[in-house]
């Protein structure tokens, strides 16, 4: 039995499979993490909801940003205007909208529970860490792990419906993409190594996703490791020099593979 964690799918349903048969993974034995954003940018949507949905218990994500769009389209019926136009939720739509009512309250049960932070032993899977100081003003002394796709609203920790800046700032990811070499524009505020140790005491992992390292591949800093290598990304799309990548690691040994 192995944990396995997997970054942002959105909707790349053959590079998951791939990935996932490279490294050996056994939906019977083993688990599958993910650090959230199921689906858009991508062309196989329906195709990784349905997946991932058929893995059961094997398959534990925290959500991301597109998770709460898509949760409140199956949950609502909201079509978001800033999902749909500016982030790839127009790819989705098309392949989601003529699903029954039942298959979308079944999805919608589902997402709720896919919770906003995870602890798996040593491992903290978030899809996007912000600094300690922020999270517990926005929240107080709520357990982040106990915040769900159905809760997050009610809690606090999600406010703007389009996109809440505060939750996916990009601080802690322009800090950790510098440190490991890589390139990346300087975070958005004054953040220091001693605020890094404050956010990531040592004696832990952490591990997220959202900001897409198509052009470096996953970065690792001080125990910090960003698994989001852009999929959806291809150079002829979006005139890279390479296409994007789906990276998948053993939780326990750090084992990477990337097809």
Same mark, same amino acid.
């Given at each position: ?40 940018? *991508? ?20 959500? @991301? ?22 982030? @790839? ?59 769900? %796709? ?6 606090? %920790?999600? /406010? ?5 800046? =505060? ?11 510098? /440190?490991?070499?890589?390139? *990346? ?12 140790? /404050? ?6 992992? =952490? ?5 897409? %390292? ?21 150079? /002829?799309?979006? @005139?890279?020099?390479?296409? @994007?990548?789906?990276? %998948? ?11």
């Amino acid at each position: 039995m192995a944990d396995y964690i997997v970054g942002d799918l959105h909707g790349c349903f053959d590079k998951l499979i791939s990935v996932l048969d490279v490294a050996g993974f056994d939906k019977d034995k083993d688990v599958l993490y993910s650090v959230g954003d199921l689906c858009d940018r *991508g062309s196989q949507n329906l195709k990784i909801v349905e997946f991932v949905y058929s893995l059961g218990k094997s398959f534990r994500p925290v959500f @991301g940003n597109h998770d709460i769009w898509l949760y409140e389209y199956f949950a609502f019926g909201n079509e978001n205007r800033c999902w749909i136009k500016w982030n @790839g939720g127009d790819a989705t739509m098309s392949e989601i909208r003529k699903l029954s009512a039942q298959d979308k309250a079944k999805y919608a049960e589902w997402m709720s529970s896919f919770p906003y932070m995870m602890e798996v032993g040593d491992n903290v899977i978030c899809h996007n860490f912000i600094r300690r100081s922020k999270l517990v003003a926005r929240i107080g002394n709520l357990d982040p792990c106990g915040i769900t %796709l159905g809760n997050c609203r009610d809690s606090g %920790l999600v /406010k703007d419906p389009d996109y809440d800046e =505060y939750v996916f700032d990009r601080t802690i990811a322009d800090f950790v993409r510098i /440190k490991a070499g890589q390139t *990346g524009s300087r975070w958005r505020e004054p953040y220091e190594d001693a605020d890094f140790e /404050k956010d990531f005491p040592s004696g832990k992992s =952490y591990v997220m996703g959202h900001t897409p %390292l198509y052009e470096d591949g996953y970065a690792v800093y001080n125990g910090v490791y960003m698994i989001d290598t852009g999929a959806f990304v291809t150079a /002829k799309e979006y @005139g890279t020099e390479t296409d @994007g990548r789906m990276t %998948l690691m053993n939780l326990e040994t750090k084992e990477v593979w990337e097809t």
